[in-house]
């Protein structure tokens, strides 16, 4: 859905942040996996 609102190459940026932030977040809950 996002997917298809969002295909601006700004918005795409945004949604890259959002899953890297949500991938950080996921590895330091889990033990910092580097």
């Known amino acids: 859905m996002v997917g298809q609102l969002c295909l601006s190459r700004e918005c795409a940026d945004d949604l890259v942040d959002l899953l890297n932030a949500e991938d950080l977040k996921s ?8």
């Open 27 to 34: 590895r330091l809950s889990y033990g910092r996996l580097t």
